[in-house]
Nanobody, 122 residues
């Protein structure tokens, strides 16, 4: 079982940047695909980004492509989400998730963190 803890959320002005971190416990992290999702008030959860076990393959949702970057450090059991050029519509709770698969996925995640809130002011 892998336990995930997100950090790095907060309040930022439009155009600003934040870096989210997701620290994982458990020996299987380095062989798991990881992803970031977000959920805004009153909206469905949205896929943001995914990364494969090695970090070579990544995938992004259309709304964040070119602004957000997902990365991972398997030595530190941590996955990151660098968010640049933030917009008010990026305001949401951001969740880290993982699945016991080495690939890059948009669905099928089996374990989740508790989330970290990001608020972008205009």
């Amino acid at each position: 079982q892998v336990h995930l803890v997100e950090s790095g959320g907060g309040l930022v002005q439009a155009g600003g940047s934040l870096r989210l971190s997701c620290a994982a416990s458990g020996r299987t992290f380095s062989t798991n695909g990881m992803g970031w999702f977000r959920q805004a008030p009153g909206k469905e959860r949205e896929f943001v980004a995914a990364i494969n076990w090695s970090g070579i393959s990544t995938d992004y949702g259309d709304s964040v492509k070119g602004r957000f970057t997902i990365s991972r450090d398997n030595a530190k059991n941590t996955v990151y989400l660098q968010m640049n050029s933030l917009r008010p519509e990026d305001t949401a709770v951001y969740y880290c998730a993982g699945r016991p698969s080495i690939g890059t996925h948009r669905t099928g995640y089996t374990y989740w963190g508790q989330g970290t809130r990001v608020t972008v002011s205009s």
